[in-house]
């Protein structure tokens, strides 16, 4: 059984960090407790509010797939798609 780690730099629309931040904090606990979840974390970058970083680490391949398919996961990223930019 391999350890997967996910690590990921999202940048968000000018004045709607705060936003993402919030959500991300709503979204964290529920992740938290997804069978295999070992870590979920943002950072946000101190010289450019808009940008954070993602770090997850899970059990295995099977513990990011049922992390993925959650309905938590995906209205978090429904909510927040419209924010997010394409490139970090």
């Not at 993602?54 to 996961?73: C, I, L, M, Q, W």
Request: proline share 5%.
């Amino acid at each position: 059984m391999a350890t997967v780690v996910i690590a990921a730099v999202i940048r968000v629309n000018e004045g709607k960090a705060e936003e993402f931040e919030k959500g991300f904090r709503q979204l964290q606990p529920k992740v938290l407790k997804d069978p295999g979840a070992i870590a979920y974390t943002l950072h946000r970058c101190a010289d450019d509010p808009c940008k954070f970083f993602f770090y997850e680490k899970y059990e295995d391949d099977a513990a990011v797939k049922y992390h993925t398919s959650t309905e938590h996961f995906k209205s978090f990223f429904q909510k927040m798609g419209p924010i997010i930019k394409r490139q970090a």
